[in-house]
């Protein structure tokens, strides 16, 4: 993949000021910004990928909201689990589709960093304190090697759309139950959640995480492709296609987290992990057994990504 | 109905799912190390405390305990337990030079009824005389913040180490854990479903002293010896108590047992020279805080624990409030520590105080108060 073509995969920073400002955007270490189609070549000419995108644009994009942790006290959930904000299953229920974030300060590198773990096409509106924190994470995401691996999924999921359902598909991905959307029942999968007729009522579905977790006792744990232990505020995405695999992990949690432990269900001989920050670490602990992988994680402040090979 | 409220009422209706802390969770416990030919647990004196008291170990105005009188009941209890004629070969009974001896203590109780400096101080001149090096002599908690606010350094040997696995109680720290040592269950849903063992107690300990504090524990009852090795050497523990739901019943003594933690805890030593009476694990006021003024010797952490269920039973009776015993929903106001705070008769979680008897059913000791034999010391 050329270099044009990694940039390209980037989220990029909506920004309407004149090219005057590109001192200020390269200082940071931005290297893809969403600018007005008028000034687009201009930015080009500064050395900058450019999206062209005008306030009417970015309107017309779906709203993501900013990713993060939540902590309120007249809110309970029926586990101890924080409560988070994350955009993934909107992202899975239409990778196709541009999203704009409106990120509020701090959030911006979590934002990007979601926003290209799950491969789509997003613009991003920051606190202005926050250009070099997300400079920074653009240019990590940028030397990452591509990945066109598959989704890996333990379980279908009938999407009828609705709130509801968009819940459901929410809590899914927060409890890291991987799935795949499928447009009917299939029998690639030991389950498949659907519903209406002959499948879960809406009133099953009404609670989303207590639904998400008769889902997750459904599977068992055991039969999970992918297990985090040691923080309930990361939120992983797998993929993986003969003998690879790409394992991202976001932590939403606003700290970073140490020793993050990762079980992966298939054989993975050889690990390469890189974090935002750190850049390229060792796993510790690793174990392969019983059919499946373990390691640790050292350090993992905002994003990691772990490539896997059968292999060593 | 969107998320937003769909979780307000989750939180107005905690008590719909307090019914299912009665069928014990099914755990998985991994772990690669083996047993002692003696464990640790409940160790060479099964069924036996020793309780030294004396009214000059404790100032109750100041609070300040008397570290000459604290010694004295020190040796007097160790050679009682024993049968030594002398308090270095009491503590050579269960220590020999190469150990690399962890101190588990308690500063959840902080400001009021933290393991004393001073019985701690004692603990380490005595293995200092058994041959073990200061450098091998690690005072441990889970979390560093509390260890700080205890401050034990000034009051130790230089080379003592003092070891905490987390920086505080923020679950993102879990280097200090063993990831091969867990006890695995699936409580309320949550996704980290393990507990992980210390690694110091797991690689780098060949013995441990418990100094557990004389406290009422919201979710527990009573917290002694075992909930203080127990919850103080995994991670990952407060997930066992929620929403009313207290799974510590088995919780508690199914992490005592986990291996190398039962044999390597050779020495129960339960300071009672403070002790609350209720809101703890905490102390942060001097509100429920008395003065029992005993330390308990054994090696059964079940039979110490079967004691302090009692005592703190009968503070709690003295001063008018609800047994530890007591499940009436009447007295639960779910997760409120602000109520429980301010009145004995509040309880946030149905206590499990049936935690030192399910320990006993496990071979961590003897609950059974006719068979324990409790030897009193004055001094």
């Known amino acids: ?312 | 109905m969107d998320r937003r409220s769909f979780v307000r009422l989750l939180a107005a209706a905690p008590l719909a799912r307090t019914a299912g802390a009665d069928t014990p969770p099914k755990v998985s416990v991994v772990s690669r190390y083996a047993p002692a030919a003696v464990p640790g647990m409940p160790g060479p004196f099964p069924g036996r405390v020793v309780a030294v008291h004396s009214e000059r170990s404790v100032d109750i105005v100041t609070s300040a305990a008397d570290a000459e009188v604290v010694r004295e009941m020190m040796a007097r209890g160790m050679r009682q337990l024993t049968g030594a004629a002398t308090t270095e070969d009491a503590w050579r009974r269960f220590f020999e030079p190469q150990d690399v001896v962890g101190i588990k203590v308690n500063c959840g109780g902080h400001p009021w009824v933290v393991s004393d400096h001073g019985l701690v101080a004692e603990t380490i001149r005595q293995l200092m005389a058994v041959g073990i090096p200061a450098e091998n002599v690690c005072i441990y908690e889970r979390f560093q913040n509390q260890m700080d606010n205890v401050n034990y350094a000034p009051h130790v040997p230089a080379g003592v180490k003092i070891v905490a696995a987390e920086s505080a109680n923020r679950r993102v720290d879990n280097r200090g854990y063993d990831p091969a040592t867990y006890v695995e269950a699936d409580l309320f849903g949550e996704e980290d479903t393990r507990s992980n063992m210390m690694r110091l107690v797991s690689e780098t300990l060949t013995k441990v002293i418990n100094i557990p504090n004389v406290k009422d524990h919201g979710a527990t009852g009573a917290t002694g010896c075992l909930k203080n090795i127990a919850y103080g050497s995994f991670s990952n523990v407060a997930r066992t108590h929620h929403n009313g739901v207290s799974h510590t019943r088995t919780f508690v003594g199914t992490l005592a047992s986990v291996e190398p933690l039962r044999s390597r805890t050779v020495l129960q030593i339960m300071d009672g020279l403070r002790g609350v009476w209720h809101a703890g694990p905490f102390a942060r006021t001097r509100k429920y805080v008395f003065y029992p003024r005993k330390l308990f010797f054994g090696t059964d952490p079940v039979a110490i624990d079967r004691l302090l269920l009692d005592i703190i039973d009968d503070k709690r009776k003295e001063m008018g409030a609800i047994s530890i015993h007591d499940r009436s929903p009447r007295y639960l106001k779910v997760d409120d520590g602000r109520a429980r705070d301010a009145d004995p008769n509040v309880n946030i979680i149905i206590r499990e105080p049936g935690h030192v008897e399910y320990a006993a059913s496990l071979g961590l000791g003897i609950a059974d108060l006719a068979k324990i034999e409790v030897e009193a010391v004055e001094v």
């Open chain 1, 1 to 312: 993949m050329t270099v044009l073509a990694l940039l390209a995969a980037l989220p990029c920073l909506f920004w309407t000021q004149p090219v005057e400002t590109a001192a200020e955007l390269e200082a940071a270490g931005i290297v893809r910004v969403c600018a007005p189609p008028a000034q687009a070549d201009a930015w080009r000419a500064a050395g900058f990928s450019v999206v062209p995108l005008d306030e009417a644009g970015r309107a017309e994009r779906q709203m993501a909201t900013t990713p993060g942790i939540l902590v309120q006290a007249d809110r309970a959930s029926a586990t101890r689990s924080p409560w988070i904000d994350a955009n993934g299953w909107r992202f899975r229920r239409a990778p196709a589709q541009r999203y704009d974030y409106q990120v509020r300060a701090g959030k911006a590198a979590l934002a990007a960093a979601e926003a290209f773990a799950y491969g789509v096409d997003a613009s991003l509106t920051i606190d202005p304190a926050d250009l070099a924190e997300l400079g920074r994470m653009q240019a990590f995401l940028a030397q990452l090697p591509a990945s066109d691996l598959k989704e890996v999924a333990d379980l279908g999921v009938v999407d009828a759309g609705g709130a509801i359902m968009g819940e459901v598909l929410n809590l899914l991905t927060r409890r890291n139950l991987l799935f795949r959307l499928v447009p009917a029942t299939s029998a690639e999968f030991p389950l498949t959640i659907r519903i209406g007729p002959g499948g879960y009522s809406l009133e099953e579905a009404a609670d989303p995480s207590a639904f998400a977790l008769t889902v997750r006792r459904k599977l068992t744990d055991g039969k999970r492709s992918l297990r985090l232990f040691g923080s309930e505020a990361v939120i992983a995405r797998l993929t993986a296609d003969g003998g690879r695999a790409r394992l991202h992990l976001l932590n939403y949690g606003g700290r970073e987290i140490e020793g993050l432990r990762v079980r992966l269900r298939g054989e993975y001989r050889g690990a390469e992990a890189q974090v935002a920050g750190p850049g390229r670490v060792a796993l510790t602990d690793y174990v392969v057994a019983d059919g499946a992988t373990e390691f640790s994680l050292p350090r993992l402040p905002v994003y990691g990504v772990v490539d896997l090979t059968a292999g060593r």
